[in-house]
C-alpha cells in the first residue's frame, strides 16, 4: 500500500487528509536489471523481453535488442535467479531473416512466449517488421537455438501478439492487436493449425475520452490461466501535449471462451515513475511482454522494457492482482 498525505490548501503545511492506493507491482532493487552495457557485441538499446521458465527452472528472456542501424533482433539471456548474473548469447539469437521472410526486412520485435504442452515447444510470437507496416509472425522452438519459422500469420498493422497455451473448442487460440479504422484494440482468432486464422472477435476496446487507455490498448505478457479465467495485464496509451504514456492494466476473460470479458479495471495498476522509465529513447514507457510464475504458484515476476532502453522488473501475486479486480473491476 502506498499513502500520499495532500496539505489542506486552507491549512498551510497541516495534512487532512490521507490518500491510498493499492500497489499490485514492487519493482526490484537492482532495477535495471539489463541494458546495452550487458551485451557481448555492440547494441543500442534492450527491451521488450519475452519471459519463460525452462525446464531446469533457468529464466530465459528473449529480449528485443536494437542495434546502431534502428532494427532490432531478438537474443536470448539466461539467469538461474531470474534477477541476475545472465548469461546472453554471444550473438543474435533470433536474427531477421529478410530473405525467406520479406515480411521481416525492417526486423523482428517484442516476443512473447508460450509452452505449448500439445506440441511440447515453445511457441513465439513476435511483430515481423516489412515494407507493409508490423505484422504478426509465429515460430516454434524446443531450445531457442534452432527455430522453425511459421510466417506471418497476422497481416500488418498487427502486432502485440501471444498464443494460449491450450486449445480452445478444438482451436489454436491467437491475442493480437490489429490497428484498422475502429481503432487500435484487442482482439482473439482461432486457427486448426497455427498457419489458417479465422474466427476474429474482439476482447477489449480501447476507451474513448479522457480514459488512462483511450487511445489504444494491446496485450503486455501472455495471457496467465487461472482458476478465476484468463487473467489479462494489457498496456494502454493516453497521448498528451508531451508525447504518449504506456501504462498497465488488468482484466479478466472467461476460460472457456476467452471473448467474454468478465471484469475490467477502470484504474492503471502500473506505470512510469523510475528514472530508468520516464528517460530514454521513448519517454514514459513501462511495456511488459514476459513473466514468470514462482514455484509458490502466486508471485509472478514481471519482465518490462523501460522507456524502449532497459530491461527491469516488478513483482506481484497473482492472488492480490485477482482481489483487486474482484473489488474495483467491472464490465465495460
Not at 552495457?37 to 543500442?44: E, K, L, N
Not at 508460450?114 to 515453445?122: D, K, M, N, S
Not at 505484422?135 to 511459421?150: K, M, N, P, Q, W
Not at 481503432?183 to 476482447?203: K, N
Amino acid at each position: 500500500m502506498t499513502v500520499h498525505r495532500d496539505p489542506d490548501p486552507g491549512t498551510a503545511g497541516v495534512p487532512s487528509a490521507v490518500i491510498t492506493y493499492e500497489t499490485l507491482f514492487h519493482r526490484t532493487e537492482t532495477n535495471p536489471i539489463l541494458t546495452a552495457a550487458d551485451w557481448p557485441y555492440p547494441v543500442h538499446t534492450v527491451f521488450n523481453a519475452g519471459a519463460t521458465l525452462l525446464r531446469d527452472g533457468t529464466t530465459l528472456l528473449l529480449c528485443r535488442v536494437e542495434d546502431r542501424t534502428g532494427r532490432s533482433h531478438l537474443c536470448a539471456a539466461r539467469s538461474n535467479d531470474g534477477v541476475r548474473d545472465w548469461i546472453i548469447d554471444p550473438h543474435p539469437t533470433f536474427p531477421a531473416d529478410p530473405e525467406n521472410h520479406p515480411e521481416e526486412l525492417w526486423g523482428v520485435e517484442d516476443p512473447r512466449i508460450t509452452w505449448v504442452e500439445e506440441l511440447g515447444r515453445y511457441a513465439v510470437a513476435y511483430t515481423a517488421f516489412g515494407k507493409g507496416g508490423p505484422g504478426v509472425s509465429l515460430a516454434l522452438t524446443e531450445d531457442f537455438i534452432h527455430f522453425e519459422r511459421c510466417g506471418l500469420v497476422m497481416q500488418p498493422d498487427d502486432k502485440d501478439a501471444a498464443l494460449l497455451p491450450r486449445r480452445i473448442d478444438g482451436m489454436y487460440a491467437l491475442v493480437h492487436r490489429p490497428i484498422a479504422e475502429g481503432g487500435a484494440h484487442i482482439w482473439i482468432s482461432y486457427s486448426p493449425d497455427l498457419r489458417s486464422w479465422g474466427g476474429h472477435r474482439m476482447m477489449l476496446h480501447a476507451r474513448r475520452g479522457g480514459w488512462w487507455d483511450a487511445n489504444k490498448v494491446g496485450l503486455s505478457p501472455p495471457l496467465i490461466e487461472t482458476t478465476h479465467g484468463w487473467l489479462m495485464l494489457y498496456h494502454g496509451v493516453r497521448y498528451n501535449p508531451a508525447g504518449s504514456l504506456y501504462r498497465l492494466g488488468v482484466a479478466l476473460f472467461d476460460l472457456e471462451n476467452p471473448a467474454e470479458l468478465l471484469l475490467r479495471g477502470d484504474e492503471w495498476v502500473f506505470g512510469p515513475e523510475a528514472a530508468y522509465e520516464t528517460h530514454g529513447d521513448v519517454n514514459n514507457v513501462t511495456f511488459p511482454c514476459g513473466y514468470t510464475v514462482a514455484p509458490d504458484g502466486d508471485t509472478l515476476n514481471l519482465y518490462y522494457g523501460a522507456a524502449d532502453t532497459c530491461i527491469a522488473m516488478a513483482t506481484g501475486s497473482i492472488r492480490e492482482i485477482l482481489d483487486w479486480l474482484d473489488r474495483h473491476g467491472r464490465i465495460s
